[in-house]
């Protein structure tokens, strides 16, 4: 599936707001928690950084995060219950930042609701191929903007390596090498549902698609090798572009 999916005519409302009422479904670690560095890197503080976003409210399942965040952020309005938030909030765009295997099913009752207009979902983007299409028919049925959020792409250093490459300035590309270690998943809900081709590898083949363009082919493995997980430890793969270029994870 696409990375994001622009709807043929302006989403919804033709005439866009000068600023736009986020709500933020998942105040976990991803949602506000995570921070390596002095500028804005996880949802919450992103939104609240940004002149045009309003960051309206949280869902979460959990008491003790939604009151953390709601202390941190200084935000009333809290909710478990998700369809209550749309109905209550009415937000403008919805961040889903919760466990893949609940994406498929939140992005499309985000879009079916009257004001969402956009819908940022963190990556990976679900469990499979069939819960994506889910998600992009919701969307493109309703009129919504759906972005996953693989934003290393936006990072400077490969927007920079792009941009040579694009040029010419450092010759032609060829072939495209990634290689990925450590020790996830740790939780279990991961170790049951997520192994590290969709943690962290959802990254590299996103920027793979961005430098290399359409995959045409590929032959790879995924095994358990060393941890008792019900997703694999291990996994290598060959990957041949459209473009000509090849690849090696």
């Not at 920079?160 to 090498?177: M, R, S, V």
């Not at 939780?187 to 962290?200: M, T, V």
Request: aromatic share 8%.
């Amino acid at each position: 599936p696409s990375l994001s999916i622009a709807p043929a005519q302006p989403a919804k409302d033709a005439c866009m707001p000068s600023s736009f009422r986020v709500a933020l479904v998942g105040t976990g670690r991803v949602g506000y928690q995570f921070s390596f560095s002095d500028v804005p890197d996880n949802h919450a503080e992103a939104i609240v950084a940004n002149p045009r976003t309003d960051l309206v409210a949280g869902v979460n399942r959990s008491r003790e995060k939604l009151d953390a965040f709601g202390e941190r952020f200084g935000i009333a309005a809290l909710f478990h219950d998700m369809g209550q938030m749309l109905r209550d909030v009415k937000p403008d765009i919805c961040i889903i930042a919760t466990h893949p295997e609940l994406h498929a099913q939140m992005v499309s009752e985000c879009a079916a609701a009257a004001t969402v207009k956009a819908i940022i979902c963190e990556k990976p983007m679900a469990l499979s191929l069939a819960e994506c299409d889910v998600m992009i028919d919701a969307c493109k049925r309703h009129d919504v903007l759906l972005q996953v959020n693989h934003n290393r792409r936006w990072h400077a250093e490969w927007q920079l390596a792009h941009k040579l490459i694009q040029e010419g300035a450092i010759g032609d590309l060829n072939h495209i090498y990634c290689y990925m270690d450590g020790c996830k998943p740790h939780p279990s809900w991961r170790c049951e549902n997520e192994g590290p081709l969709l943690h962290d590898y959802t990254h590299y083949f996103d920027l793979m698609d961005l430098y290399a363009g359409e995959v045409e082919w590929m032959c790879g493995t995924a095994q358990q090798r060393m941890r008792p997980w019900a997703v694999e430890d291990f996994a290598s793969a060959m990957i041949g572009f459209t473009s000509g270029v090849t690849g090696l994870i």
